[in-house]
């Protein structure tokens, strides 16, 4: 089942933004959704404009914004609305292809910590790999301090698949997403880091999962994923993740330790080709999907709603689209999805929940942010 939702925001003629609310409608089986059959209406309006290529957006204590670039810049806004400030003592990414500065997270004990956790592609010989680490965001906003890289990045050519989202778990640690670098044989191979989830804890030292011993890379936690660019909590504190299949078969997952994903055996999905992948859809020892997408709509960002301010959304799972030029609601329960579709919501790269319950998404086309309001 999809549902279609249509809202748009519209410059006025004295240059002055308002949400211009169209409500919802529903493309199947003759079904409205929203409460009682009715409409539901949403606004819309910019928050961040003239970003270059933006990847992810981090709201900190006090009112001020971090966002990334995939070209290496870190942006520290003071508040919405105000001038960025390029913030010094970032890592040296290699901006080529999908790699980049890529996710930002900001820590629970921020206020007293103020710890910032960034992943990006690192250069590495003549290639690059997925790395993180984390550093001391000064008082100011201006300056990253010692930053640590908490990984060792493994070379391989070309550009795709890096991953790379940032999550921290309810006991502090923190979980990073990789991609298969281009090779789904490397998802499948456990010592080393691509097409995995990987775990540290708050200072940086790899968890690995136990039941793959001492041979295994260091912090493995699950192995068999594609791509996953998408990767939030939910209500209970287990990880979702969403993940980019090929022609067909993006995923929704909730990983778990030790646990085969199973790309590239199996996947409800088909090569560029045309030709199958693997060995099917299902196999003994591998774990399947929770929901999975057919055709693919190259999902990037995650976030399971609190229901601060949709009530009737809490625990909803919101995922941005990068060729379709939507953001995806679907409900838990049954997996049904609805689609808010606007002339802002092109190249959803990030999309998350603000402390006052909004809903912010980037645009990687528009180069801005956005905030959704009832």
Known sequence: ????????????????????????????GGVTLGQGGAAQALAIEPILTGLEEPWAIEPLPG???????????????PELGAAPLQVAGVPKVAASGQGGLLDVMVPRDFATSRRV???????????????????????????????????????QSGGRHFGARLVEAPDGTVFLTTGDRGDGDLAQALDGPEGKVLRFS???????????????????????????????????GRLVTVEHGARG??????????????WPVITHGRDYSGL????????????????????????SGLMVYSGKLWPEWKGHIFTGSLNSDFISRLDPATYAETRITTDETTRVRDIIEAPDGSIWFLSVYEGAAYRITP
Request: no cysteine; charged share 15%; net charge negative.
């Open 1 to 28: 089942m999809v549902a279609e939702g249509y809202f748009k925001v519209k410059l006025s003629r004295d240059g002055v933004w308002q949400p211009l609310v169209v409500g919802l409608l529903v493309s199947f």
């Open 63 to 77: 009112g001020s914004v971090l966002v990334t670039e995939r070209e290496g810049a870190l942006l520290y806004f």
């Open 117 to 155: 956790w960034l992943s990006y592609a690192a250069p590495v010989g003549r290639g690059a790999g997925t790395a993180a680490g984390f550093g001391t965001l000064s008082a100011d906003g201006s300056r990253l301090e010692g930053f640590t890289a908490v990984m060792t990045p493994a070379e």
């Open 202 to 236: 708050a200072d940086g030292a790899p968890m690995t999962a136990a039941e793959y011993g001492a041979s295994a890379f260091p912090g493995l936690y699950s192995h068999g994923h594609r791509n996953i660019q998408g990767a939030a909590l939910n209500a209970a």
């Open 249 to 262: 078969g993006d995923e929704v997952n909730m990983p778990l330790p030790a646990r085969n994903y199973g």
């Open 276 to 299: 199958r992948i693997g060995e099917g859809t299902a196999k003994p020892g591998m774990e399947q999907p929770l929901h999975y997408w057919d055709p693919s709509i190259a999902p």
